[in-house]
């Protein structure tokens, strides 16, 4: 069978599940989880995993989920992702009304991307013209968010990682792996509909917590020490900093406080802060997450109170794999109009854990149009659920069929010429060497 002919057929299977690919990309809209918390989302995908005769892991991260296709031959594993989790948006209209979490980043369409990429490889039957396997996973945990609690769990044994690919990759579950694949959902503008190549900032994580002294805050507040004032001083001392951080280093330092202290008319005496320090390389971060911990120790020694600052791993700088998103670029030309897609060379500063996945394989994550709004804020909404949910899953898997035809040889090209920054191994040892200190 001809590729041409390979790529129809899966077309039309995911054509065929349209409407139900639809369905459960608002249905998980509507029902969203935060990291390591997203039970519901899984079981969605165990239950199609389950539908298609798929035999699959769970429990990998928490919540992760994966499932392998089988070629006629297994001469290499193209892994297609999507991310199971929410942000923390109680004013999202659909935001959960007790956990405030909301889809305002589009993580519902990569899980709906994801099963529209199960239902076409497999209901079409093309695995068995393939000379690769096919990794389908589900990752929890992409967004950085509520990071004492990831911490207090990651303390307890249950996670060594506060994102989700980190875990997969240090649970093994990607070791045999060769590349990997995601789409994230993007805000359309220009009239361009898919975004790819580009980069990403990297960056780490800090957990900050100043201890003072409670006293009456009217009768005797010279008894106490303000670890709220403290706090203030070293997030106002970080300002102070900005100046020094080069342009060319796009740093972002964005710290938020998590506990104010206990009541109004108390002293406080222990006051919670959170922050990423983030830039373009590492050793860019690295520098000024020495400048934030200077700020923050000053902050704690003008009223003489105690800071703990806890650094930990964030996401490394992402970079896009060239070859395949030229791949994919051909495969999502068949949907939309050259005009309609962009290949960039841009730099975001924001960050996702796909930098990780980069950093040790070929991978690919561009941007897809089909919402409009302010990502994590409450006026995302998906406003067209096609280009959202479906024309992904069609790129995605008719560029599988481009990697794993003809002996895999377009994936064991890739993979021959991608000079990783690190192995599996020496890229845990990096972060174990951050949080030694």
């Known amino acids: 069978m001809t590729r041409d002919e390979l790529k129809n057929r899966v077309i039309a299977s995911i054509d065929s599940r349209k409407d139900e690919l639809i369905a459960t990309g608002n249905d998980i809209f509507?029902?969203?989880?935060?990291?390591?918390?997203?039970?519901?989302?899984?079981?969605?995908?165990?239950?199609?995993?389950?539908?298609?005769?798929?035999?699959?892991?769970?429990?990998?991260?928490?919540?992760?989920?994966k499932a392998k296709l089988a070629g006629r031959q297994s001469l290499a594993n193209v892994c297609v992702m999507g991310e199971l989790d929410s942000v923390l948006c109680p004013g999202h209209p659909q935001a959960d009304p007790q956990t405030g979490a909301a889809h305002s980043c589009g993580?519902?369409?990569?899980?709906?991307?994801?099963?529209?990429?199960?239902?076409?490889?497999?209901?079409?039957g093309v695995m068995s013209e393939l000379d690769g396997d096919v990794s389908l996973v589900a990752v929890p945990a992409e967004e950085y968010v509520e990071i004492e609690y990831r911490n207090k769990i990651r303390n307890e044994g249950k996670i060594k990682f506060l994102g989700g690919k980190q875990e997969m990759i240090t649970a093994g579950a990607l070791d045999d792996v060769d590349m990997a694949m995601m789409i994230h959902l993007g805000i359309t503008r220009d009239g361009k509909k898919v975004t790819l190549g580009g980069s990403n900032n990297g960056f780490i994580g800090k957990f900050i917590k100043y201890t003072g002294k409670e006293a009456h805050a009217g009768g005797a507040p010279h008894d106490g020490i303000n670890a709220l004032n403290a706090a203030m001083l070293g997030i106002f001392g970080i300002h102070a900093q900005r100046e020094t951080f080069k342009?060319?280093?796009?740093?972002?330092?964005?710290?938020?406080?998590?506990?104010?202290?206990?009541?109004?008319?108390?002293?406080?005496?222990?006051?919670?802060?959170?922050?990423?320090?983030?830039g373009k390389t590492m050793d860019a971060v690295m520098d000024a997450s020495k400048k934030v911990d200077r700020a923050l120790k000053a902050g704690a020694m003008a009223v003489g109170a105690e800071v703990e600052i806890q650094t930990l791993p964030g996401y490394l700088p992402r970079t896009s794999?060239?070859?395949?998103?030229?791949?994919?670029?051909?495969?999502?030309?068949r949907f939309l109009t050259s005009d309609e897609i962009k290949v960039s060379n841009e730099h975001s500063t924001g960050s996702t854990d796909m930098g990780d996945i980069s950093a040790i394989m070929p991978a690919i994550h561009p941007h897809i149009g089909g919402a409009e709004g302010?990502?994590?804020?409450?006026?995302?909404?998906?406003?067209?659920?096609?280009?959202?949910?479906?024309?992904?899953?069609?790129?995605?898997?008719?560029?599988?069929i481009?990697?794993?035809?003809?002996?895999?040889?377009?994936?064991?090209?890739?993979?021959?010429s991608f000079k990783p920054l690190y192995t599996k191994e020496s890229y845990l040892k990096m972060w174990e060497d951050l949080l030694r200190g």
Do not use: W
């Open 30 to 65: 509507a029902h969203p989880e935060l990291g390591y918390k997203e039970f519901r989302t899984s079981q969605i995908v165990q239950d199609v995993f389950g539908k298609l005769g798929l035999s699959f892991e769970s429990g990998l991260a928490v919540t992760g989920v």
């Open 107 to 124: 993580h519902n369409a990569q899980i709906a991307m994801l099963l529209g990429v199960a239902y076409g490889l497999v209901e079409s």
């Open 247 to 278: 342009d060319s280093d796009t740093i972002r330092v964005h710290p938020i406080i998590t506990k104010g202290g206990n009541l109004v008319n108390v002293i406080p005496c222990d006051v919670r802060a959170e922050t990423y320090v983030r």
């Open 321 to 333: 794999d060239v070859a395949m998103d030229e791949l994919f670029r051909g495969n999502v030309s």
């Open 374 to 400: 302010i990502g994590h804020s409450e006026n995302y909404q998906i406003t067209d659920p096609e280009l959202a949910y479906i024309t992904g899953a069609k790129a995605m898997a008719l560029t599988v």
């Open 402 to 416: 481009d990697l794993l035809h003809d002996g895999a040889a377009r994936t064991l090209e890739i993979k021959r």
